[in-house]
């Protein structure tokens, strides 16, 4: 009797073209070339990367550091934060771990601003540059995409250690 069997999953073996479908994709190795993973993760271009976020040459940085000097943060043009640098006197300065982490928050995210400053300032000149009205742009900037003027991100640093280190340092 010629036709087609039932389907069985539990055959190890495709008899009609000899593909072993027990061992999943293992059947297709003979056919392709899977590169076997690296033993070092950094030189894997495919692991997953939770370190600093990668920095091309000559992209600017923005960095804060606290008036203390104990806490200081760099960002990237996009906002992303890329390094953290503490003094040996941070930890010492600080009350409790919850403290310093605190503090790292708030100068990251003045950092953060300030990066966000500069992608305002670069859309505005570009957008200006091919004729669009300044006080629209800037509106626009602010309102539809969020991103802080410069002024603004002075204004908050200039807020924030007024308020949070007044008295420490003059």
Do not use: K, W
Request: proline letters at 8%; zero cysteines; a negative charge.
């Amino acid at each position: 009797m010629m036709g087609n069997q039932p389907f069985d999953d539990d055959d190890e073996v495709d008899t009609e073209d000899g593909v072993d479908i027990g061992d999943g994709l293992a059947a297709f190795d003979d056919i392709f070339d899977v590169p076997a993973p690296h033993a070092d993760p950094e030189l894997d271009p495919l692991a997953p990367d939770f370190g600093i976020p990668e920095q091309a040459p000559g992209e600017p940085l923005f960095t804060v550091t606290n008036p203390p000097g104990t806490v200081t943060v760099s960002a990237l043009l996009d906002g992303r934060i890329h390094r953290i640098e503490l003094s040996p006197e941070a930890t010492a300065e600080a009350d409790s771990e919850a403290q310093l982490a605190a503090e790292i928050v708030v100068i990251a995210d003045l950092a953060h601003q300030q990066a966000r400053s500069a992608q305002f300032s670069y859309v505005l000149e570009g957008m200006q540059d091919h004729g669009h009205d300044a006080a629209e742009t800037r509106d626009f900037l602010t309102r539809s995409v969020g991103l802080p003027s410069p002024e603004q991100a002075d204004a908050a640093r200039a807020q924030i250690f007024a308020t949070r280190y007044a008295g420490d340092h003059e």
